[in-house]
């Protein structure tokens, strides 16, 4: 009694991206987090145990580990349902660095079912996925401050009809909306060893390392919108530089029969193209483990490197699996 109830009508009038101010509507709150316990890559990293990670956002002093951890080793795992959800405003920031996504989906496990969620106007990413094997349709991700969907930690779950419209202002000081750390469709990482340092569980392989299990995810139907060319729109100073999908950090997996337009000079899907002792995305696109196939580019940089190899592996896939004749 006596709080405000910001969105006092969130089906027909809700909330702008921007208030009348021109400062962006995020950080309102936390957001969502659901742990659970299928594995991940990590190895012994926090001293919890093998495979068991500790959820960004939430580790603060005096704020119990034991209700933070996630992952393990039932890939068949089964936290709920979560079906026709909308989360708007979200990714409070703890501490510098340490905020909270929209939906973080840590650990969690394929019994999960996971449709029409929506992540509207959040500080940092939309959906991140670290680990584990829950699938996901039909999940829409709307003028984030970070990447859209963020996979990492070696997940391996499938998705199907996923759509953004990436964030075309700023805030009309001109800053970046949100965290301003990205501005990706997708940022794909096999594992956080490239990205955080983390402790990853490695297996030897040709003499190198693979991170274990290996990241496998099948994405179809993705839809990505960028703006290669700002117009009209509540902001004073437009943002016309939206990325589409990074892939990286010993990333392996599949795009499949999806589109992203209006990224300008940005590419439409990046493959890290880098030589490390470990497995890159790179070699994984070498060994036809990056596939990308019947996924419209329009309105993109062109596409060269390993983000070819994952095109041409593409090709060669469709062909196999008879779709065109060899």
């Known amino acids: 009694s006596g709080d405000t109830f910001y969105d006092d009508d969130p089906a027909n009038s809700p909330i702008a991206p921007l208030n009348a101010a021109g400062l962006p509507n995020v950080s309102m709150w936390g957001g969502v987090a659901v742990l659970g316990n299928a594995p991940t890559n990590l190895a012994n990293q926090y001293g919890n145990g093998q495979g068991i990670g500790q959820v960004e956002g939430l580790v603060i002093p005096g704020f119990p580990i034991s209700l933070v951890l996630y992952g393990g080793a039932d890939p068949h795992d089964d936290s709920g349902r979560m079906k026709y959800v909308s989360i708007h405003n979200a990714g409070d920031e703890i501490d510098e660095a340490n905020e909270l ?13 996971l449709s029409y969620v929506e992540c509207q106007s959040n500080f ?8 584990g094997t829950v699938g996901g349709d039909h999940l829409a991700a709307y003028w984030i401050g970070d990447d859209s969907f963020d996979l990492d930690q070696g997940y391996t779950g499938i998705g199907q009809f996923w759509h953004t419209i990436m964030t075309t202002f700023n805030a009309d000081s001109g800053a970046a909306f949100g965290s301003g750390s990205g501005d990706r469709a997708g940022e794909w990482d096999g594992e956080d060893d490239g990205e955080r340092g983390g402790d990853v569980n490695f297996r030897p392989e040709g003499g190198l390392l693979r991170p274990w299990p290996q990241s496998n995810p099948l994405v179809y139907n993705l839809t990505v919108q960028g703006t290669s060319s700002p117009g009209d729109n509540p902001a004073t100073s437009p943002a016309g530089d939206n990325r589409g999908v990074f892939m990286r950090n010993g990333y392996a997996g599949a795009l499949w029969n ?27 696109a070498n060994a036809g483990l990056v596939v990308v196939g019947t996924t419209t ?7 060269g490197g390993a983000a070819g190899t994952a095109a041409t592996n593409g090709d060669a896939q469709r062909c196999t699996r008879g779709a065109l004749p060899c």
Do not use: H, K, Y
């Open 101 to 113: 996504n929209c939906l973080t989906l840590a650990g969690v496990g394929d019994a999960t079912e």
């Open 124 to 131: 940092d990413d939309g959906f991140e996925w670290f680990g």
């Open 297 to 303: 580019c329009e309105g993109t940089a062109g596409i």
């Open 258 to 284: 999806s589109m992203i337009v209006n990224t300008g000079t940005r590419d439409c899907f990046e493959v890290e193209d880098s030589g490390a002792a470990n497995f890159t995305a790179q070699d994984n």
